[in-house]
C-alpha cells in the first residue's frame, strides 16, 4: 500500500506569511488522483486541491498546488487568520482504496 | 445544494454494534458513490469503504473487513454505515462523503458534518 508522509507536522507562522506543506509518497503515483484538504477544529474536512494543482470550487488563489511522482507540495501565500487549520493529502489507487497524510498542523505564532 | 447530513452522536458499550445515517440530497443520489472515513481524537482520517448507492456494491479497507457493512436507501437518499463488535479503539467521529468521479479526477467533494461515537463501559 501507498504511503504519504507528510512534513513538517506542524509549524507555527504569523498572518501574512507563506507556508509550505510537503507530502511525499512511498512509491510514485498519479499527480491525478492526489488532493488536499483543509480541517478545522470541530469541523470536516474540506477539498482545497484537486488533480495536484486544480484549486476546488471557491478556494482562493492564495492555495496552490505542486508536484508529481512522489513528491507534492501544498501552498499557501500570505497567510488569512482563517487559513490556521490542518492540512491532510489524500491518494487514491484502483485497489480501490483511498490514503491520507497524517495531517500538517498550521498554527498561528 | 449538495448536503450530507449524518445522524447524532452515539455511546456504545464495548462488544456493541453503532448504525450511522448520511443523508444526501442536492443532487441524484444514485450518480455518486459515497464513502465512510473516521478519525479518532487527536488523530488523522482513516478511510473505511465505499458504497455505490446504485446498486449497493461495496469496498472495504482491509482494516474493516468483516467489521463494517454500508448500504443504501435509495428511497430515502440515504446511506448507512454499521460498526460491528465495538471496542475502545472504535471511539472517533465518523464522515460520510462523497466520491467525485467525473473529468479524470478522483477525490471527495463534499463532506457530512460527521457523527461522534464514544465506546465506553
Known amino acids: 500500500d501507498i504511503v504519504l508522509t507528510q512534513s513538517p507536522g506542524a509549524l507555527s507562522l504569523s498572518p501574512g506569511e507563506r507556508v509550505t506543506v510537503s507530502c511525499r509518497a512511498s512509491q510514485s503515483v498519479s499527480s491525478t488522483y492526489l488532493a488536499w484538504y483543509q480541517q478545522k477544529p470541530g469541523q470536516a474536512p474540506r477539498l482545497l486541491i484537486y488533480g495536484a494543482s486544480r484549486r476546488a470550487t471557491g478556494i482562493p488563489d492564495r492555495f496552490s498546488g505542486s508536484g508529481s511522482g512522489t513528491d507534492f507540495t501544498l501552498s499557501i501565500n500570505r497567510l488569512e487568520p482563517e487559513d490556521f487549520a490542518v492540512y491532510f493529502c489524500?491518494?487514491?489507487?484502483?485497489?480501490?482504496?483511498?490514503?491520507f497524510g497524517q495531517g500538517t498542523k498550521v498554527e498561528i505564532k | 445544494q449538495v448536503q450530507l447530513v449524518q445522524s447524532g452522536a452515539e455511546v456504545k458499550k464495548p462488544g456493541a454494534s453503532v448504525k450511522v445515517s448520511c443523508k444526501a440530497s442536492?443532487?441524484?443520489?444514485?450518480?455518486?458513490?459515497i464513502h465512510w472515513v473516521r478519525q479518532a481524537p487527536g488523530q488523522g482520517l482513516q478511510w473505511m469503504g465505499i458504497?455505490?448507492?446504485?446498486?449497493?456494491?461495496?469496498n472495504y479497507a482491509q482494516n474493516f473487513q468483516g467489521r463494517i457493512t454500508l448500504t443504501s436507501d435509495t428511497s430515502t437518499t440515504t446511506v448507512y454505515m454499521e460498526v460491528s463488535s465495538l471496542t475502545s479503539d472504535d471511539t472517533a467521529v465518523y464522515f460520510c462523503?462523497?466520491?467525485?468521479?467525473?473529468?479524470?479526477?478522483?477525490?471527495?467533494?463534499?463532506w457530512g458534518q460527521g457523527a461522534l461515537v464514544t465506546v465506553s463501559s
Open positions: 458504497i455505490n448507492p446504485s446498486g449497493g456494491s461495496t
Open positions: 489524500q491518494h487514491y489507487s484502483s485497489s480501490p482504496s483511498w490514503t
Open positions: 442536492g443532487y441524484t443520489f444514485t450518480s455518486y458513490y
Open positions: 462523503a462523497r466520491d467525485h468521479n467525473t473529468d479524470g479526477f478522483r477525490h471527495f467533494d463534499y
